[in-house]
């Protein structure tokens, strides 16, 4: 059984560019969730699933911000023109119906 | 809108003694309180729960209980150890909608 992954682990950018990231929850799980994690601060969420559906999104979210989950499976999250502000940890989390969240391990992102 | 207020930010405690965090929230259809452990460099990671139809839970040195009437919820760690040392976060969610966190408290258990 794998947890729920996240790829990259790591991510340098130049500020204006694009970046993706992947998530992929528990394979039985039908809802994922992105968060964004800052230093010495809690997760911040930005978007659910329920499978393929989008159900919510954080009002905070800049329209840069966009989120896919095409098959109900894995997840893309994509940053477009990305500012420095953006530079954060990256969290996917995935549950079944309302069994309790299980985080990956996060996608860094720096923006230079 | 959906808050959750966590104190303190820090606590630091002697080995074996008791930890406690508190947590307060502002909507009141939340029903489901979870606690996260998050080490350095790690990922948040689930440490016990409560519902709203319990008023407390206990997972050996680990307890949390929950007042609805005045929207708050704690977190009792006993005996406390070294390992137990991290960030440890609180979380509120009423059904079918996202979890909303408070913003944290390292602890920092001193040999």
């Known amino acids: 059984d794998t947890g729920v992954s996240q790829d990259p682990r790591h991510k340098i950018t130049k500020r204006g560019q694009n970046v993706t990231f992947r998530c992929d929850p528990i394979s039985e799980h039908n809802r994922l969730y992105w968060y964004r994690q800052t230093l010495g601060q809690g997760p911040e969420f930005l978007t659910y699933f329920q499978n393929e559906a989008q159900l919510e999104k954080s009002r905070l979210l800049s329209d840069r911000f966009s989120a896919e989950r095409p098959k109900g499976s894995f997840s893309t999250l994509e940053i477009q023109r990305t500012e420095q502000g953006d530079s954060a940890m990256y969290l996917c989390a995935s549950s079944f119906q309302n069994s309790p969240l299980h985080f990956g391990n996060g996608t860094r992102l720096t923006v230079t | ?111």
């Open chain 2, 1 to 111: 809108g959906e808050n959750v207020e966590q104190h303190p930010s820090t606590l630091s405690v002697q080995e074996g003694d008791s930890a406690v965090i508190k947590c307060t929230y502002s909507d009141s259809a939340s029903n489901y309180f979870p606690w996260y452990k998050q080490e350095l460099g790690k990922r948040p990671q689930l440490i016990i729960d409560i519902r709203s139809n319990v008023g407390e839970k206990k997972d050996q040195r680990i307890a949390v209980t929950l007042n609805k009437t005045a929207k708050h919820f704690s977190l009792h760690i006993t005996e406390t150890q070294p390992e137990d040392s991290a960030v440890y976060f609180c979380a509120a969610s009423s059904l079918r909608r996202k979890l909303i966190f408070g913003q944290g408290t390292e602890l920092s258990v001193k040999p």
